[in-house]
């Protein structure tokens, strides 16, 4: 089965602007999910940002979706991991795992830029120019503290309160969730950082950009990066099957109101553009068509052919309704021409579907 869920960037306003309040999104956010989970959409997945009105702190969101919901999984996309404490990170993840009863998919990465200038040191994480190296040391720390490796060491007994383990024992972090590194994903934009994740055992998140630009379309850099991913998982030998997740901007057109509010959306091809930092980068195009056109649009796609899990980007800022229409539309029009079936049965298990099916 083709999975698909949406991802949001939780922009809301600050004082003095117009547009929905953080409470108010927050709250649209779990009435979407509540709302996508009764039409089978199987991922709820959320943008973490910092030093910008957008999403942050995921964890309390994902534990009140996962709390009133029956089928959907909640993710993230991504936890930058500059700025997060890889120990707490472990505690909080696995404890949401339990909860959800492992309808979880966590994405972290290194990140992308933010409006900061390093950001991560008002976090308390020093020592770093870019970033890119506390980002990987964190993720190292978090998969040895989610795997239930020790993490300290047990004091002298007098000193112990209660007293639970001999001096010395080495103390892993908990709760623990024995099948949690099965729900990280590595957000990755790079055919090197994709080969990388397959040798750390976790799965595969790419989003609607890649830092590639060179000619080819977003779809096919992503692919390529797929195949490598998959092929490098195969030569570690890890014992079980990784998920691939993509995402993309799609509006399906149904209604006139439909065509005035995501029509003018749509774009012809992928864009070259930065980041900043110096680096180019392909930006995906935005779909906005009638159901039988944007099928076709889709099924040229090569990433979507091969990713098992298809996440679309919503504008939030519309509310409820809006998003749970553009949900909906894919659901019932577009989704099970890739494949798609409703999620009535827990987490997503990792296999590919071709969309021409």
């Known amino acids: 089965m083709k999975a698909f869920g949406f991802l949001s960037f939780g922009h809301h306003a600050v004082p003095g602007q117009n547009g929905p309040s953080a409470a108010q999104v927050l709250k649209d956010h779990l009435a979407i999910a509540r709302e996508a989970d009764a039409i089978g959409v199987n991922n709820a997945s959320f943008r973490v940002h910092h030093f910008a009105p957008q999403a942050a702190s995921p964890m309390p969101l994902l534990g009140a979706i996962a709390g009133s919901t029956k089928h959907i999984e909640v993710g993230t996309g991504v936890i930058d991991m500059r700025y997060e404490n890889p120990l707490h990170l472990a505690e909080e993840a696995a404890a949401l795992d339990l909860l959800a009863d492992g309808r979880?998919?966590?994405?972290?990465?290194?990140?992308?830029?933010?409006?900061?200038?390093?950001?991560?040191?008002?976090?308390?994480?020093?020592?770093?120019?870019?970033?890119?190296?506390?980002?990987?040391?964190?993720?190292?720390q978090f998969l040895q503290?989610?795997?239930?490796?020790?993490?300290?060491?047990?004091?002298?007994?007098?000193?112990?309160?209660?007293?639970?383990?001999?001096?010395?024992?080495?103390?892993?972090?908990?709760?623990h969730s024995s099948e949690l590194r099965k729900n990280i994903f590595w957000g990755s934009g790079t055919h090197s950082s994709a080969r990388q994740a397959a040798r750390d055992g976790v799965?595969?998140?790419?989003?609607?950009?890649?830092?590639?630009?060179?000619?080819?379309?977003?779809?096919?850099?992503?692919?390529?990066?797929?195949?490598?991913?998959?092929?490098?998982?195969?030569?570690?030998?890890?014992?079980?099957?990784?998920?691939?997740?993509?995402?993309?901007?799609?509006?399906?057109?149904?209604?006139?109101?439909?065509?005035?509010?995501?029509?003018?959306?749509?774009?012809?091809?992928?864009?070259?553009?930065?980041?900043?930092?110096?680096?180019?980068?392909?930006?995906?195009?935005?779909?906005?068509?009638?159901?039988?056109?944007?099928?076709?649009?889709?099924?040229?796609?090569?990433?979507?052919?091969?990713?098992?899990?298809l996440l679309l980007t919503i504008p939030n800022q519309l509310g409820v309704e809006t998003n749970v229409r553009i949900l909906r539309n894919f659901?019932?029009?577009?989704a099970p021409a890739l494949g798609w079936q409703p999620n009535t049965a827990g987490p997503v298990t990792g296999y590919p579907m071709n969309p021409a099916n």
Do not use: C
Request: charged residues 25%.
């Open 104 to 140: 979880v998919a966590l994405g972290v990465s290194r990140g992308s830029p933010e409006p900061a200038q390093k950001g991560w040191e008002a976090f308390g994480y020093e020592g770093s120019d870019n970033g890119a190296d506390l980002a990987r040391s964190h993720f190292e």
């Open 203 to 309: 799965n595969l998140m790419s989003s609607t950009l890649v830092s590639e630009a060179d000619g080819r379309t977003l779809g096919e850099v992503q692919a390529e990066q797929i195949e490598e991913f998959r092929a490098e998982w195969a030569r570690a030998g890890h014992a079980w099957t990784p998920r691939v997740s993509i995402s993309r901007s799609i509006f399906p057109l149904l209604t006139d109101a439909d065509r005035a509010l995501f029509g003018p959306t749509a774009t012809s091809s992928d864009q070259i553009g930065s980041l900043g930092e110096g680096r180019q980068v392909t930006f995906g195009r935005s779909y906005a068509a009638a159901p039988d056109e944007l099928i076709d649009q889709l099924r040229e796609d090569p990433a979507i052919a091969a990713a098992d899990t």
């Open 331 to 334: 659901a019932e029009h577009v």
């Open 145 to 175: 503290a989610i795997d239930g490796h020790g993490m300290a060491v047990a004091d002298d007994l007098d000193k112990q309160y209660p007293r639970m383990y001999h001096p010395g024992t080495a103390l892993p972090v908990f709760p």
